[in-house]
Structure formats: structure tokens, C-alpha cells
């Protein structure tokens, strides 16, 4: 089993910075990305960043220029640095990791997810 623990939300005005964090614990074989998602009340989950092992990244549109993410392949760690923050910008972030196929299959895990208000 792997567990996802993240840190980092809050409340923060427009204009503002967050930095997330993620740490997975657990019977990790073999990660393949480790990334970010976020949840507005009434909509669905999207991505927002994401990181493979190799170092290939993918951010969302509307975050590109602002997020930057990053991970520590040996920590099992994966940071979100949040800037110029707007109120759109307001959801639940969740840590996500997915594996490298094992027996034919990824495995995908997900954080409890942690808030995130910016205020106008």
C-alpha cells in the first residue's frame, strides 16, 4: 500500500505564492510520474502539474508561467510552487502518483487532498 501526505494549502490573496508538498510512503516499486490535480467546487478534477521520473513535465494552460513543479526522485517527494496566485486558482489540491506497469498494470494513488483559497 502506498500513502500520499501532503502539506502546504491555505488562504492567500491574489497575487500571493504557496508551495505544496507531497511525500509517498509505502511499498513503492516504481514510480513513473508524481504529479498534481485540483478540484473547483461544481467541477471536475483536473491536472495541474505533473513530473516523471525522467523529467518530463506537463502543466495545465492556465497554470503555465506561474507553477512550477518539482520532485526529489530519491525522497518520493513532489512540490508544487504556486505564484501570482488568482482566485480561479481556489480548489482542493490532490498529490497523485502513478506507477510504471507491473504485471500489465499502473497503479494510481491519490493524497487526501489539501485546500487552497485565494482571495480577490
Known amino acids: 500500500q502506498v500513502q500520499l501526505v501532503e502539506s502546504g494549502g491555505g488562504l492567500v490573496q491574489a497575487g500571493g505564492s504557496l508551495r505544496l508538498s507531497c511525500t509517498a510512503s509505502?511499498?513503492?516499486?516504481?514510480?513513473?510520474?508524481m504529479g498534481w490535480y485540483r478540484q473547483a467546487p461544481g467541477k471536475q478534477r483536473e491536472l495541474v502539474a505533473s513530473?516523471?521520473?525522467?523529467?518530463?513535465?506537463n502543466y495545465a494552460d492556465s497554470v503555465k508561467g506561474r507553477f512550477t513543479i518539482s520532485r526529489d526522485n530519491a525522497k518520493n517527494t513532489v512540490s508544487l510552487q504556486m505564484s501570482s496566485l488568482k482566485p480561479e486558482d481556489t480548489a482542493v489540491y490532490y498529490c497523485?502518483?502513478?506507477?510504471?506497469?507491473?504485471?500489465?498494470?499502473?497503479?494510481?494513488?491519490w493524497g487526501q487532498g489539501t485546500q487552497v483559497t485565494v482571495s480577490s
Open positions: 497523485n502518483l502513478k506507477t510504471n506497469k507491473f504485471m500489465g498494470r499502473v497503479y494510481e494513488y
Open positions: 513530473m516523471s521520473t525522467g523529467g518530463r513535465i
Open positions: 509505502g511499498s513503492i516499486f516504481s514510480i513513473d510520474t
